[in-house]
């Protein structure tokens, strides 16, 4: 009877710990959930998952996130680098062979040992071996979009026979919060995009103006500001039709965005007018930019249905901000919008077709 007992009491003890363990290991489920739940931004919610799992479960050494290029939306937001997450390392691009070769047949989560092949595509940064991994699908309305993987160095740690309940139940609510942050990612991308020319808009100028106008106050980095205006553009209108138009203010954003650095800020200010913002660029080099731009923008020729071939040209305004700039009022942005646009109206005043440096 006391043996009997002793041993009722070890499985009641064992049973109490793997309670707890389970609720531990659902409690760190939970808090991967909220945070992807709560994340506001695509970067965000990769690097709270990835981070969070490996925070959470000591034995998951890699993780990542696999994703497809959804509606064209995700090398967007990959090329945007104003972001405060870096997540080059837990983001993998990949195609629907790819998905599809790991998932053949149901799609269900694929736990166990991991070959060469399917860590350098889903852990390419990593250089030890990944013992055994578990990559489950990220699922949406039936659809495939993706994968979340996890691997450890450990070969034994996920097993074919471990259930995967938690996991498919996490992996479902990372799918929809991918969705919804691309989503997000493509509404605000519309609402600060110019649709005709696909470059930034007067919105987006604003807001960032203000960001790089406190970057200048703050470190003494000149701010160079560049109002370019098409000429005659109204009788390019009147004259050819809308469509030629739409034609040449395409060029033009085309033509001003090739040379740009990754920190460098153009946008349609409106009608036939563009700003360019050049951080940490002296007055002179900016001048120098607009020149450039000058030069290549009065190479644009385009074809007519007469067969005759239409040429333009701009004019352009250049100022810039410094530490020691003052301004009336105090809005440092604006006063630079206003001494470019004055530059670009002597430029026009002297008959066009030229780059006016603010006095």
Known sequence: MDNQLAAMGQELAELEKQVRTNEKIWSGFRKIEIDAI?????HQL??????????????????SIACLNLDYEIVRIMAHRDVPYEIDESFVMVSDGELYQWFPGSLQPLVGRCDVDTQQRLFPRCNRPVGSMAVSPLIVAGKLIGCLAQGSY?????????GTELLEHLSATIALCIRNTVN?????????????TDIPNRRFLERRLDEEVERCRRYGHPLTCVMLDIDHFKTINDQYGHSVGDSVLKSVADALSKGLRASDILSRYGGEEFVLLLPETQLVHGAKIARRHHREINKLQFNMRDESRLSITVSAGVAVLEKSSSAAGGDLGEWLLQRSDQALYQAKRQGRNRVIVAG
Do not use: C, M, W, Y
Request: glycine share 6%; no cysteine; hydrophobic share 40%.
């Open 38 to 42: 709560g994340a506001e931004t695509f």
């Open 46 to 63: 990769v690097h709270s998952v990835t981070a969070g799992i490996k925070s959470t479960f000591r034995n998951v050494d890699e993780v």
């Open 154 to 162: 450990d070969a034994q740690h996920f097993s074919a026979q471990a």
């Open 184 to 196: 997000i990612a493509r509404l605000e991308r519309h609402g600060l995009t110019d649709p005709l």
